[in-house]
């Protein structure tokens, strides 16, 4: 029996997947993913576009902040069954770069194996075109998959490249990817830590407002970044990488300083106390 493989550009599926929500691109920190309804979704596209097949896996590309420690978010879609994790990196203009030279060498490879009949491509990026052209003369069928309006998220010669083309409308980005109610800012949980003012003798007690600010920012938290960081937590120590980025200049605006190395150790010791605090009165 064929098989067929599902490759996802997570960098694309974000930026358009907000346009067609609202209208313009959003912040990463400022959406929510629903990542087992996406993975359902892609999988039962890939069933329509080859029924004959089998599904080998969905390959997930993205990019690491800081390294190659996974997101929270990441760590979430990586632990799902039939999910492969791919990374790329984020430079320090915060684009997205690697992606596209993993999704062609893993299209190419699996093509050139014969591991895989079909691809389901959900991409919009020009770079990957070559890595398509590839596995066709390998004599892989190639569905390419856009979010609505294609022409507009997707480069033409990719669209006239592939084999297929289908795009997915708003109702059903709407599924599994939405807007953050509630947007975690620096000043919102500045003015909890510091109301009602603290008694004379913790006022100037960096660690006292430290941890303040830690429990203000984790309760905050909707319940898919708490699974996200569990999940980052089986494979892993200490905070998720995105996450620490947001603690540092919280908790530094809440000393009015930046962090001294023990403090920022002293910050993490109270994320991690305070996300397992909440798990267990959720239980």
Request: glycine letters at 6%.
């Amino acid at each position: 029996m064929d098989r067929c493989a599902v490759f996802v550009d997570a960098g694309y599926l974000f930026a358009q997947g907000s346009v067609a929500l609202t209208g313009s691109k959003k912040p990463r920190s400022e959406l929510l993913l629903d990542a087992p309804t996406v993975i359902d979704e892609l999988i039962a596209l890939a069933y329509a576009k080859a029924p004959d097949c089998r599904i080998l896996r969905v390959y997930w590309y993205d990019g690491a902040i800081g390294g190659s420690r996974p997101t929270s978010d990441q760590a979430l879609v990586a632990n799902l069954d039939d999910v492969k994790l791919r990374l790329g990196f984020i430079n320090s203009h915060g684009q997205q770069k690697g992606v596209d030279s993993l999704i062609v060498t893993d299209l190419i490879e699996l093509a050139r194996l014969k591991s895989i009949s079909d691809a389901l491509l959900l991409s919009g990026d020009e770079d990957v075109r070559v890595g398509v052209q590839i596995a066709q003369n390998y004599g892989v069928r190639v569905h390419l998959l856009g979010i609505a309006p294609s022409r507009a998220s997707q480069s033409q010669q990719l669209l006239q490249e592939a084999d297929t083309t289908s795009e997915w409308d708003d109702r059903t980005i709407a599924t599994f990817l939405s807007v953050r109610e509630t947007i975690i800012h620096i000043e919102e949980v500045v003015t909890v830590v510091k109301s009602p003012a603290p008694a004379p003798q913790q006022a100037d007690a960096p660690s006292t407002m430290i941890e303040g600010a830690v429990k203000a920012f984790v309760e905050k938290l909707v319940e898919t970044d708490i699974k996200g960081i569990e999940a980052y937590w089986e494979t892993a120590r200490g905070v998720p990488p995105d996450i620490d980025r947001k603690l540092l200049p919280i908790c530094g605006s809440a000393i009015g300083r930046n962090l001294l190395r023990e403090e920022i150790r002293e910050m993490r010791s109270s994320f991690q106390r305070a996300v397992k605090e909440r798990t267990q009165i959720s239980n």
